[in-house]
């Protein structure tokens, strides 16, 4: 795929945006990203991705109590004792069996996020930054209030005024 902004060099990063419920793309080479100031992460070699992701192994008490150990998931019979020996799971139903488990380990891994929230470009205006922060807790508010938690849906409530001022 050529680069949209030279149409010269092949695009190697590919940006998607959603922006009102229209999702756009944008496919540039490596040059045009440092022409328009778009931080590009360089490559890391596979040797070191790899020893870094090995190097991060859960300890058995985060992926919960050895009671928890020998429990079976319904669809494919992948344990968690497994999920400690092969650091992967079974199938996509896993996620949610082991949800529970999961959880304080994806936490872990991902600097408190259990969602995935995109990435955005270093150089994003801080106002575009606080109207992506602002629907994303919109939106975790519709999720509080439809699991009528109502605690919890007011708090946002509550954050959403505070940033609208």
């Given amino acids: 795929m050529q680069c949209q ?3 010269n060099n092949n695009a190697t990063i590919h940006l ?4 009102d419920g229209v999702r756009s793309e944008m496919h540039i080479c490596e040059n045009c990203a440092a022409e328009q100031d778009i931080a590009v992460k360089s490559h890391i070699p596979i040797n070191e991705l790899l020893s870094g992701l090995l190097a991060v ?7 919960s109590g050895t009671a928890d150990q020998q429990i079976a998931c319904p669809n494919c019979g992948f344990t968690l004792a497994q999920f400690r020996k092969q650091g992967v799971l079974g199938c996509p139903y ?5 949800e529970k488990s999961l959880t304080p380990l994806i936490e872990k891994a991902h600097d408190g ?3 995935h929230c995109g990435k955005l470009p270093s150089k994003t205006p801080k106002n575009t930054r606080n109207e992506i922060e602002l629907m994303n807790i919109r939106q975790r ?12 849906a007011a708090e946002l409530r509550d954050k959403i005024k505070q940033m609208e001022k």
């Fill in 5 to 7: 902004i030279c149409n």
């Fill in 16 to 19: 998607t945006e959603i922006s």
């Fill in 57 to 63: 192994q859960p300890s058995d008490e985060e992926i």
């Fill in 94 to 98: 896993d996620y949610e069996f082991f």
């Fill in 113 to 115: 996020k259990t969602t």
């Fill in 141 to 152: 508010l519709e999720e509080a209030v439809r699991a009528e938690d109502y605690e919890m």
